[in-house]
Nanobody, 117 residues
Framework: QVQLQESGPGLVKPSQTLSLTCTVS??????????WIWIRQPPGKGLEWIGV???????YYSPSLRSRTFISRDTSKNQFPLQLTSVTPEDTAVYYC?????????WSQGTQVTVSS
């Protein structure tokens, strides 16, 4: 059974860097059939994709967040971390990591991240 679990602080101060890690169990992030994505949902708004990392390590970012986003991977730990720099209160959201097979088919439980001083 594939499971995804985020970890990281739930409170970040403005102008700092938001750092979350997604740990995958029951599957390999290098398996060619899948890609892996970070998605967020701000309060009262819809889902917004942040960025994708493919099985070969290539990355694709949302145009609106590209300048502030970095997604990497640690294949030895089966993790793909997210970094979002220079955060503002508008980055407050529930953050999810997901597996993509055609579309997002396995989701993490989500973690609330609040940007506040």
């Amino acid at each position: 059974q594939v499971q995804l679990q985020e970890s990281g602080p739930g409170l970040v101060k403005p102008s700092q860097t938001l750092s979350l890690t997604c740990t995958v169990s029951g599957d390999s992030i290098t398996f060619s059939a899948y890609a892996w994505i970070w998605i967020r949902q701000p309060p009262g708004k819809g889902l917004e994709w942040i960025g994708v990392i493919a099985s070969d390590g290539s990355t694709y970012y949302s145009p609106s967040l590209r300048s502030r986003t970095f997604i990497s991977r640690d294949t030895s730990k089966n993790q793909f971390p997210l970094q979002l720099t220079s955060v503002t209160p508008e980055d407050t959201a529930v953050y999810y990591c997901c597996r993509i097979f055609v579309g997002p088919d396995v989701w993490s439980q989500g973690t609330q991240v609040t940007v506040s001083s």
